[in-house]
């Protein structure tokens, strides 16, 4: 595999590479990678062949979507580049201002018409271009209905605004029950839904998982290296000083726990096996999942977009996937327990029975 092995993003034409190029690193910021940096990981990201780019209207406030439109621009790819931006994020407020009880304008974030508007006609602006490929709700904000959602972004597909859209960081019954009014209604609905995901986050599984083959949408993975944990550059003993990890958190939980240390053993175990560095063990995974459309990588150095691509021509073995998935498998679920093999053997009097598309 490489990033020219294309594939349609879910039940769509949309047609992206199965390494997607991650910019939340793009522009200012602790970090950050400066202009020179982020056009050298583009142009790298680039040359391998890859054509799905990912940002969105709150990175780096904004500078990573004005980088990303001046890159692409200047490369003169715009028809080919499959590009996806976001909103949702309160572009008024920082997160402090809000954790101190105010001052900023609930209208500036939020998965209501009033918000999309504004914040798509920012994004475009930002980006220099007309429309956008993928228009991703990067968190659902827990009150607007589903129904004014898929209003409001199917309205923006007929205008010509967007192309298609997807949902981020969401419970997964809104996915499934925007995927279904869109069915039922015969209207644009979620083509993909961006998720955390990797060895050591996988609890997404359990629900999500079967709601996107359900519903049509594709996965794409975020922080598939748990934000730099599986690259294996952080040490059990001392974590100070080595990357976006040593410094505060931005996704509050701390990937350094004994269970996540002992996943990545077994990874670094796989990775002495096959003679790779343990990041690519990590993505391979990751590709190889059912379900994954695209997996997103970040980088905040041009060597790491390199190395890391080079992980689509890594075929694990069945066993070594295997013993990966034992390693890492997450704790059981009520919906997993009820969905699992010796459930349905129950169910079905001992018999073994196989379901559609399985
Ligand atoms: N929808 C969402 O809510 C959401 C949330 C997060 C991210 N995302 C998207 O997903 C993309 C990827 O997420 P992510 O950046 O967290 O992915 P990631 O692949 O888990 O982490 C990337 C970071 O790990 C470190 N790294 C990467 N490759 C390395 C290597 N080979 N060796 C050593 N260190 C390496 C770098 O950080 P340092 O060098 O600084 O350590 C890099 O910035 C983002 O750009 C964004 O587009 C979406």
């Known amino acids: 595999m490489n990033l020219t092995d294309f594939r349609t993003l879910g039940r769509s034409g949309l047609v992206v590479s ?39 209207d709150i990175y780096s406030g904004g500078e990573s979507e004005r980088l990303v439109g001046r890159f692409i621009a ?79 972004l199917g309205d923006l597909v007929r205008a010509g605004k967007i192309r298609y859209f997807g949902f981020s960081d969401m419970p997964a019954w809104v996915g499934c029950k925007a995927a279904t009014i869109a069915t039922e209604r015969r209207v644009p609905g979620p083509i993909a839904m961006q998720l955390e995901y990797s060895l050591v986050a996988r609890d997404v599984e359990a629900e999500h998982f079967p709601v996107a083959r359900e519903g049509g949408m594709g996965i794409m993975p975020w922080s598939p290296l748990a934000g730099g944990f599986l690259s294996g550059k952080y040490r059990r003993e001392d974590t100070s000083g080595t990357g976006r990890l040593s410094g505060a958190n931005p996704f509050g939980d701390s990937k350094f726990t004994d269970r996540n240390w002992d996943i990545l053993e077994a990874a670094q175990t796989v990775a002495a096996e096959v003679e790779r560095p343990v990041a690519q063990v990590a993505l391979a995974w990751t590709l190889a999942r059912p379900g994954v459309a695209s997996t997103l990588i970040g980088a905040s150095k041009v060597s790491q977009i390199e190395s890391n691509v080079a992980a689509t021509g890594l075929r694990l073995s069945d066993e070594q996937l295997a013993r990966l998935d034992e390693a890492s498998a997450p704790a059981p679920t009520f919906s997993t327990v009820l969905t699992s093999p010796d459930i349905r053997r129950m169910v079905f009097g001992g018999r073994a029975v196989t379901g559609w598309g399985e």
């Open 74 to 152: 200047d490369a003169g790819a715009r028809d080919e580049i499959v590009l996806a931006t976001k909103f949702g994020f309160n572009a008024s407020a920082s997160p402090l201002t809000a954790s101190q009880g105010g001052g900023g304008n609930p209208h500036a974030g939020g998965a209501g018409a009033k918000n999309i508007h504004r914040a798509l006609d920012a994004s475009l602006k930002r980006l220099g271009t007309d429309y956008i490929d993928l228009y991703w709700m990067h968190i659902w904000d827990g009150v607007t209905p589903v129904e004014e959602i898929l209003q409001t």
């Open 18 to 56: 199965p390494l997607a190029l991650g910019t939340m690193t793009f522009g200012p910021g602790e970090w950050g990678a400066d202009e020179a940096n982020s056009r050298a990981i583009f142009d790298a990201y680039r040359d391998a062949g890859g054509n799905f780019i990912d940002t969105s």
